[in-house]
Nanobody
């Protein structure tokens, strides 16, 4: 009922930048929160950043000051601007959205397919 399509991953050198995008589509009534998670090999998935429909943001301590999350509510799209990238930022990044669809009365979590970010020289 809801599809999340991510783009913008790739290979970048340490200190470089990347911008991830995630567009939500489907039978959407309301999107409450959107965010980005990441999972490195052998590690658990962790929250990177999240943003509410009102613009309130939350960041993992490891990315504060380097990453910026933003959102275009008219386009149902969330962005993650990643600057000063480090090798430890290497992971698969997943888009998440907490969405109420038209036919439902309660919201649910939806996930994108993931996009690889590799930081290496």
């Amino acid at each position: 009922q809801v599809q999340l399509v991510e783009s913008g991953g790739g290979l970048v050198q340490p200190g470089g930048s990347l911008r991830l995008s995630c567009a939500a589509s489907g039978s959407i009534f309301n999107i409450y929160a959107m965010g980005w998670y990441r999972q490195a090999p052998g590690k658990q998935r962790e929250l990177v950043a999240a943003i509410t429909s009102g613009g309130t943001t939350n960041y993992a301590d490891s990315v504060k000051g380097r990453f910026t999350i933003s959102r275009d509510n008219a386009k149902n799209t969330v962005y993650l601007q990643m600057n000063s990238l480090k090798p430890e930022d290497t992971a698969v990044y997943y888009c998440n959205a907490y969405v109420r669809v038209v036919v439902a009365t309660t919201p649910h979590d939806y996930w994108g397919q993931g996009t690889q970010v590799t930081v290496s020289s």
